[in-house]
């Protein structure tokens, strides 16, 4: 709806950004943002520890249909800070992105136009921006495997974590309980099916994602990763001591299954098969660090896990061994 200016009264999309610091940390994506084909219809919802420290160049938020700066104190977990992002949003569909995450200029179109036909939660492809090496690659596939560019899109059982697409009623829905299922959005969206909604994958919005390249910071990644989502399904969930104790057992296994399914999955959207083979050792180094840190969330709950993967969820550039962030495509470069 417009006002009798033209002007729409409200956004159709709220885009949540976090910074731990300065604006200087989310420029590359806020540009990507800015030169999408309907900047005019996103607002662009920014949390940061101290607004004060923020310094951003006005110009370089002009063209939005608006922006928030939302201050949020101590970083502790980046799943509050979305949180309350999310809380100041104007519009009714709330996309989550990353400051290492790069959307295509048809991005926001897409989301918008999917969520129109009544879906909960749309999310894009993903496509891996600092392939060079084999780290990279194997982040890539336990992160963002099974949504791999290209895809056909369709309904999916669950969408890409942290660069995904809500309806902002469904978010709130969870109350105090959003902020963790945030930080393990699998989680999150198994009980979103669970309670009846449905999830779309939607082809035309794209995203390059920027992957840990350096094979000692993944390590440490996957043990905070692991921790984190067990916490959140176990601890979270309300398991028992024995069901917990299963699993805590069952943890060696672990890295065998998800091999299996990766292996799977990739195999149908790897455009490059022999690479797969090449892949299978780092992946299982990985599984097995992601392993340990299942067992410590089943057995012991999160610890400071979040707060400590706060610190690696942002500066991707610092741990992404084969270059520095993308630059705009041209024909995005022109609209910015």
């Not at 417009?2 to 200087?24: I, K, M, N």
């Not at 420029?27 to 101290?50: F, G, M």
């Not at 309980?177 to 959005?185: F, Q, S, T």
Request: glycine share 8%; net charge positive; proline share 7%.
């Amino acid at each position: 709806m417009s006002d009798a200016t033209g002007r729409r009264e409200r956004p159709e999309l709220s885009v949540v950004l976090v910074t731990p610091d300065c604006y200087e940390t989310i420029r590359t994506t806020v540009a990507h943002l800015k030169a999408q084909t309907i900047p005019e219809r996103i607002e662009l919802l920014i949390a940061v520890p101290r607004a004060a420290e923020f310094q951003a160049l006005p110009s370089e938020l002009e063209g939005f249909f608006g922006h928030q700066v939302i201050e949020t104190g101590a970083l502790d977990t980046v799943g509050r800070a979305k949180v309350e992002a999310i809380r100041a949003a104007r519009a009714t569909v709330v996309a989550l992105t990353e400051d290492h995450a790069y959307p295509d200029p048809d991005w926001a179109a897409a989301l918008v136009a999917a969520h129109r036909q009544g879906w909960a939660v749309v999310g894009p492809v993903v496509r891996n921006a600092n392939p060079a090496t084999m780290v990279s690659w194997a982040d890539m596939a336990l992160g963002y495997g099974p949504w791999l560019d290209p895809h056909p899109g369709g309904e999916v059982d669950h969408l890409p974590g942290h660069n995904s697409s809500y309806k902002r009623d469904v978010l709130l829905g969870y109350g105090e309980a959003l902020a963790e299922l945030l930080e393990a959005e699998s989680v999150l969206q198994w009980n979103l099916r669970s309670r009846g909604h449905r999830l779309y994958l939607e082809p035309r919005a794209k995203v390059a994602h920027t992957n840990f390249a350096r094979l000692s910071t993944w390590a440490r990644v996957q043990i905070l990763n692991g921790r984190v989502f067990a916490a959140t399904r176990a601890w979270g969930g309300r398991w028992g001591p024995t069901r917990r104790a299963l699993f805590v057992v069952g943890a060696p296994l672990i890295p065998v299954v998800r091999l299996w399914r990766i292996v799977r999955i990739m195999r149908r959207r790897e455009p490059h098969p022999g690479r797969m083979g090449r892949l299978l050792p780092t992946l299982l180094f990985g599984l097995t660090f992601d392993a340990l840190g299942q067992a410590l969330g089943y057995a012991l709950g999160a610890g400071d896990a979040k707060r400590r993967m706060a610190g690696f969820e942002f500066h991707r550039e610092r741990h992404a061994a084969d270059g520095p962030r993308p630059t705009l495509a041209p024909s995005a470069v022109d609209r910015v």
